[in-house]
């Protein structure tokens, strides 16, 4: 059951700036159609420069009357869990060890031995980086721990 009839609608800042960048004989008829489909569903007859803007428009007003027409059926039934409902997907996906992407890593080899090596990342926030101060003076700490308790 779709109704013919709205009692409001939402109107679009883009609507009213992409109106007014039309000569004012092309406003007055792009305001009329406008509002025209959106409350009563009544299809315009443009031509020109009035029909180019209102293929635009009227792409946006049928996504909201499709909305209200799901809504006048009682919307999404109770239990019903859309996949933007349930939450995270990716949280709870387990990666296998196969499935590691290792792009961001240089492998070098000397003599058969094989090493990794991060690659350095200069696009990175510091704190994400190999050599940042932060690491060393982490470490720098562990070593003044650990001096400490050897004593």
């Known amino acids: 059951m779709?109704?013919?009839?709205?009692?409001?609608?939402t109107f679009y800042r883009s609507?009213?700036?992409?109106?007014?960048k039309c000569p004012p004989e092309v406003r007055g008829v792009l305001y009329e159609a406008i509002v025209g489909y959106a409350l009563n569903r009544e299809t315009p007859h443009l031509e020109g420069l009035a029909d180019i803007v209102w293929t635009q428009i009227k792409a946006s007003l049928d996504?909201?009357?499709t909305k209200y027409n799901n809504g006048c059926k009682g919307g999404c039934p109770p239990g019903t869990k859309k996949p933007s409902m349930v939450?995270?997907?990716n949280a709870a996906k387990?990666?296998?060890?196969?499935e590691v992407n290792t792009s961001d890593v240089a492998l070098?080899?000397?003599?058969?031995?094989?090493?990794?090596?991060?690659?350095q990342h200069y696009d990175q926030p510091s704190?994400?980086?190999?050599?940042?101060?932060?690491?060393?003076?982490?470490?720098?700490?562990?070593?003044?721990?650990?001096?400490?308790?050897?004593?």
């Open 2 to 9: 779709t109704n013919k009839y709205r009692n409001h609608f």
């Open 15 to 20: 609507y009213w700036e992409t109106v007014n």
């Open 63 to 65: 996504s909201q009357w």
């Open 87 to 89: 939450g995270n997907q």
């Open 94 to 98: 387990v990666v296998s060890k196969d």
């Open 108 to 119: 070098t080899d000397v003599s058969n031995k094989v090493t990794s090596k991060p690659t």
């Open 127 to 151: 704190r994400f980086r190999k050599n940042d101060s932060r690491t060393r003076r982490d470490s720098e700490i562990a070593a003044i721990i650990d001096a400490s308790y050897c004593r």
